[in-house]
């Protein structure tokens, strides 16, 4: 069991966004957070981050609560939010160099690697607010390719990309889970991966 | 501790590559320095009276000008959240944040200050003091703006509430600053008065980033 959420309640503008909410992310699944907008998934997912502390109930990362174990949590996990973190003074590449002393799970070596594997060849010196939409998605989306983390959490990932992007993007998650990780996404688009290892969970349920 | 110089050489290029952020302090302090004897009295006595007080006074709001922006841009593109799962110390990231903002609106800001001297008619023997004086001080401003900053960065409009906040923090700083110029125009001998200022400045040096990671942490987790 990687992580493991019991009893959640949150409640964000007096609205009940969810109640005695639990949940198990095991080694080798993806866990696609599916609701409406404003059901809460980004929230959700930021609570299970350590970046929100409106909630009660328990997170535990490998039987142990979170809050006493932030450090050995944050080398194992991966996140990826709405904002992907990316300064548009700098480029591709000196924004992945920052990002991988931040974070000391991300491998050094293989910057220039991330982004040719995004399709950014050739935009490593572009400042990135000269970049478009998608292309500034993917220099955020560059880490999954240079992480060892075992837990992603990605907040819509797919946003902005093109179709090309999502199957690639798809396809590494898949190759991610198979070699024995595990994801936590919210997307409302359609994932083309083995059915078997997808476990929707729908937020919209667990209001009521 | 590699860490840390990463963090601040990220800093000073994000400074560097986005100039206007080193020009505006400077050149609101310049500014002020060249409207007030415009708006009161070009009298050179007059002036070397008071110069004392507006040269720190308006480095004081140069400063309170630009420490809106120290975590702004990191919290508006989400820099700041990866700041916060990161696994490397927090620590680490503020002091560099607050030291790069120290560099441009403190520093350069000191650099520059015996020219405005210079229209304020100061008296020679005060230069150094002046120099001293703003050396010391303004990474005071720096550490406590950043509190301020850390505090109101998830706000819409927080630039307001942290002048509120900040201000009543400065006033010591501005006393023993201006003091010192005083002191230093007269003759007098400024040992004391910068060794408030040093001990003001290592005591916030002690506790201001303790206060501002964890300002940032209630910033952005509420």
Redesign the interface.
Known sequence: MLLEVKDLFCERDERILFKRFSMQVKAGEVVQIIGQNGSGKTTLLRILCGLSDAYEGEIFWQDQLINDVRHAYYQAMLYVGHLAGVKGILTAEENLQWMVQLDSSLNKCSIAKALKLVGLYGFEDVPCHSLSAGQQRRVGLARLYLSNAPLWILDEPFTALDKKGVAEKEAFIAEHVSAGGSVILTTHHDLSIPKQIIRPINLDEMAR | MS?FY??LK?EL??VF??RSDIINPLAFFLMVAVLFPLGVSPDPTFLSEVASGVIWVAALLACLLSVDGIFR?DY????L????????SLWAIVTAKVITHWIVSGFFLALISPLVAMMFFLPEPAYPSLIASLLLGTPTLSLMGAIGSALTVGLRKGGVLISLLVLPLYIPVLIFGAGTVQAGAMGLPIQGYLALLAAILVFSLMLAPIAIVAALKIS???
């Open positions: 860490f990463a963090t990220r290029l994000l590559r986005h841009s508006e593109d989400g820099s959240e990866q700041m916060l799962i990161s696994s490397e952005v987790r509420s």
